[in-house]
């Protein structure tokens, strides 16, 4: 199997936490630039998206939490999203944190946007607003607070590295300084350090 990946994507990253998480050494991590429409990843995701997992039967998975739950179902017996199906609340709160991620890379494209004059004000400050406001509710809702490993803890994870990564403006551990206290400790395991994208 093998693994397309963009380094900076908080998705993609997602998804290679998990592979580690379960010690996956099956699976071929492959960097891949989406925007230059290569062959053989359009083959395998014709919306030229990150991560896009191709299989060795040719079908491919894309949509980071289809492979998620993937990666979850094969390697941990559903151990982190098996009891999530009938759970309305749990489902909600991963949908939740992939909206957030969302806002946070909408944002970065409209950083992207104003070398061109097209930034749009407005719309930073909406993205900016439903991240500070999405991650007042996580604290609220003690996401963090689980002893072990939860597949919203991972993507939660990344999107706090995401901020500081790309936002570094947002002054978010002022706003919620439980899980900045939180994040500070679980972001230095080898789990999350070996998956940092680059400087």
């Known amino acids: 199997m093998k693994?397309?990946?963009?380094?900076?994507?908080?998705?993609?990253?997602?998804?290679?936490?998990?592979?580690?998480y379960y010690g996956v050494n099956d699976v071929a991590e492959?960097?891949?630039?989406?925007?230059?429409?290569?062959?053989?990843?359009?083959?395998?995701?014709?919306?030229?998206?990150?991560?896009?997992?191709?299989?060795?039967?040719?079908?491919?998975?894309?949509?980071?939490?289809v492979i998620m739950k993937f990666i979850d179902a094969k390697y941990g017996d559903s151990k982190l999203f098996a009891g999530q199906y009938n759970d309305w609340a749990n489902q909600c709160h991963f949908s939740l944190l992939k909206g957030m991620l969302d806002s946070a890379v909408s944002l970065r494209q409209e950083q992207l946007r104003e070398q061109d004059g097209l930034r749009s004000d407005f719309w930073a400050a909406r993205f900016e607003q439903a991240l500070l406001r999405g991650l007042?509710?996580?604290?609220?809702?003690?996401l963090s607070h689980f002893q072990e490993l939860t597949a919203q803890q991972v993507m939660l994870v990344c999107l706090l590295d995401y901020?500081?990564?790309?936002?570094?403006?947002?002054?978010?551990?002022?706003?919620v300084p439980a899980l900045s206290l939180w994040h500070g400790n679980i972001a230095q395991t080898e789990l999350f350090l070996s998956t940092l994208p680059k400087r």
């Open 30 to 65: 492959v960097i891949v630039d989406p925007f230059v429409n290569d062959a053989e990843f359009l083959r395998c995701n014709p919306l030229a998206k990150v991560p896009c997992l191709s299989l060795n039967d040719g079908s491919s998975l894309y949509d980071s939490e």
């Open 136 to 142: 007042k509710q996580v604290e609220q809702l003690g």
């Open 3 to 20: 693994l397309f990946y963009s380094d900076a994507s908080p998705y993609a990253r997602c998804v290679r936490v998990l592979l580690r």
């Open 163 to 175: 901020l500081d990564f790309r936002h570094p403006q947002l002054s978010w551990r002022k706003v």
